[in-house]
């Protein structure tokens, strides 16, 4: 079982940029798809970004496409999102999970979210 940890969220005025942090410990790093999801208050936990386990498949929900970047350091056991151009409607706590393959569907994962991390996105 992998435990995660989500770090690097913030307050920022729209138009600024956060880079997120997940770390994970308690299993192998690189067998692991890796993605970024959010949630909002009262609505559904959302896609973001899904990484394949070497980095060579990258998806992006069509909302954060050409704003967002997801990277891996299999090294560091660690999945980032760098966050440029945020907008308002970016706020939410935002999570990171494990899967074997990675896709948009929320469903597919392992369901294995830390405590998330709150960006909140002023205007």
């Known amino acids: 079982q992998v435990q995660l940890v989500e770090s690097g969220g913030g307050l920022v005025q729209a138009g600024g940029s956060l880079r997120l942090s997940c770390t994970a410990s308690?299993?192998?790093?690189?067998?692991?798809?890796m993605g970024w999801f959010r949630q909002a208050p009262g609505k559904e936990r959302e896609f973001v970004a899904a990484?394949?386990?070497?980095?060579?498949?990258?998806y992006y929900a069509d909302s954060v496409k050409g704003r967002f970047t997801i990277s891996r350091d299999n090294a560091k056991n660690s999945v980032y999102l760098q966050m440029n151009n945020l907008r308002p409607e970016d706020t939410a706590v935002y999570y990171c999970?494990?899967?074997?393959?990675?896709?948009?569907?929320?469903?597919?994962?392992?369901?294995?979210w830390g405590q998330g991390t709150q960006v909140t996105v002023s205007s």
């Open positions: 999970d494990a899967g074997l393959l990675a896709t948009s569907r929320v469903d597919q994962w392992y369901a294995v």
């Open positions: 990484i394949s386990r070497n980095g060579r498949n990258i």
């Open positions: 308690g299993g192998t790093f690189s067998d692991y798809a």
